[in-house]
């Protein structure tokens, strides 16, 4: 019998911050980089393209002697029944003993850990006095995207937000981000939020940006090679399943590209149909940004190079994130203890 903690979204939110994803997922991927990591295959599965799905992610930590898996659903369709699109459960064990630490809801640490992965991509290799963001996409991963981008890039003065589904849902958001975001321990007063309401708007915001970040369900280019200027970093973070597309792929060519893990990326990340349409090799990744972090690998050398961070996302993102709830959470005896 063990003793296992076993904890709700509304009880982890108050114990963990962006900031907290930031510190944890940068250590795990240094971590990564060390080969002190493993990640297992990916298992997805679509009910209805486009529409349903599920994941199942699970890896090993060494450096924390924790190992775990994470299953996420997301289905377009539950907002109409009350019930939230991205729903999921992560559960952790002792890499010594192979006991059950916590299970907890995966929703809330797959936002987080999410926001985190793209923030790094920006953190390491956009420009150092990058002011204008483009947000492609304005779902609820927006919120955090926007929130820990500028916990690393304080120099952000402009956001642009585009929902390719709905003109309304990004005026919304850019009406209500700063404050969402203040909520976040993140300060947003200083920063210009808008909307492009149409696709020649979301042109002339990516000429405009130095970062964009596309974090989007989409299985088709929204970003466009001709659009883009030197020295633009991107961070996407939509493309986790085989099919998924977010930006053009003769853009790739162009780019300094770098990956979270780079066997998964060349199967289901934002590369994956570059490589597949042959714009590009295996051979043009940089490196993972675990590598760039510690040194390892070049990062961005010019203010002209153009960027890319793919990041799918990988369980030790969501291990790490959940390992950091665990602890403050048996500090501050938060959770339900169960036996099982």
């Avoid at 953190?123 to 919120?143: C, E, N, P, R």
């Avoid at 926007?146 to 009406?175: F, Q, W």
């Avoid at 972090?293 to 030790?316: C, H, N, P, V």
Wanted: with cysteine.
């Amino acid at each position: 019998m063990f003793k296992i903690r076993v904890l709700s979204q509304e009880q982890i939110q108050p114990l963990v911050s962006i900031r907290d994803a930031i510190e944890a997922v940068e250590q795990v991927y240094c971590l990564k980089a060390e080969g002190k990591t493993s990640i297992w295959p990916l298992v997805t599965y679509d009910f209805e393209v486009g529409v349903s799905d599920m994941d199942i992610k699970s890896g090993y930590i060494g450096g924390l002697n924790i190992f775990g898996m994470k299953s996420v659903s997301y289905f377009s369709k539950n907002a109409g029944m009350g019930l939230p699109n991205l729903i999921g459960i992560l559960t952790v064990y002792s890499a010594e003993t192979g006991v059950p630490l916590g299970v907890m809801d995966a929703s809330y640490i797959t936002c987080l850990r999410t926001g985190a992965a793209g923030a790094l991509g920006i953190k390491h290799l956009a420009k150092k006095d990058a002011s204008v963001m483009t947000m492609v996409g304005a779902g609820k991963q927006a919120l955090y995207q926007m929130g820990a981008a500028l916990a690393v890039k304080p120099s952000i003065e402009r956001i642009i937000i585009y929902d390719g589904l709905s003109a309304e849902n990004a005026a919304k958001l850019a009406g209500e981000a700063a404050a969402i975001i203040k909520g976040m321990g993140v300060d947003a007063s200083g920063v210009r939020f808008e909307a492009a309401a149409d696709t020649k708007a979301l042109a002339d915001a990516v000429q405009a940006s130095d970062i964009v970040v596309t974090a989007t369900p989409s299985r088709s280019p929204i970003v466009m090679n001709d659009w883009v200027k030197p020295g633009t970093h991107f961070s996407c973070v939509g493309s986790d399943v085989a099919g998924k597309q977010e930006i053009d792929e003769n853009l790739l060519p162009r780019m300094k590209i770098y990956v979270d893990d780079t066997v998964q990326c060349i199967n289901v990340g934002e590369i994956e149909i570059g490589l597949k349409k042959k714009v590009i090799t295996a051979d043009e990744i940089r490196g993972e940004l675990g590598e760039v972090i510690l040194g390892r690998k070049e990062g961005r050398t010019s203010e002209e190079d153009i960027t890319l961070y793919d990041t799918t996302g990988i369980a030790i993102q969501d291990l790490v994130t959940a390992k950091k709830v665990l602890d403050l959470a048996a500090e501050r005896n938060v959770g339900t203890i169960v036996n099982i």
